[in-house]
């Protein structure tokens, strides 16, 4: 129901695109969201968005950083990471709330969860 791909290996100070496409059409309407979990670390919030995008919500470690979107019309969300440190290695997995007019950091709000996709950045 919900597919991230995009990640791969980047520079320090590189940028990087990741997308999740949403397969069921129920989720159209759902807030969505991006979470990371490093190697050995919990999983961690990083943004939020709501349905209509009026909402974001970033980690403080991150913003001013990285960028959520989405596009309803191609049910994609992505997430644009730029001034990337090895410290963002992770593997991000897009998210999905119910409450689409909200913008969630609580990893209990989101009902829908997707693969993963990894992000390696190298110093």
């Known amino acids: 129901q919900l597919q991230a791909s995009g990640g791969g290996l980047v520079q320090a100070g590189g940028s990087l695109k990741v997308s999740c496409v949403v397969s069921?059409?129920?989720?159209?309407?759902?807030?969505m969201g991006w979470f990371r979990q490093a190697p050995g670390k919990e999983r961690e919030f990083v943004a939020a968005?709501?349905?209509?995008?009026?909402?974001?919500y970033y980690a403080d470690s991150v913003k001013g950083r990285f960028t959520i979107s989405r596009d309803n019309a191609k049910d994609t969300l992505y997430l644009q990471m730029n001034s990337l440190t090895p410290e963002d290695t992770a593997v991000y997995y897009c998210?999905?709330?119910?409450?689409?007019?909200?913008?969630?950091?609580?990893?209990?709000?989101?009902?829908?969860w997707g693969q993963g996709t990894l992000v390696t950045v190298s110093s």
């Open positions: 998210v999905a709330d119910r409450f689409g007019s909200r913008a969630t950091r609580l990893i209990g709000d989101y009902d829908y």
């Open positions: 069921k059409r129920t989720l159209s309407t759902y807030a």
């Open positions: 968005i709501s349905w209509i995008g009026d909402r974001t």
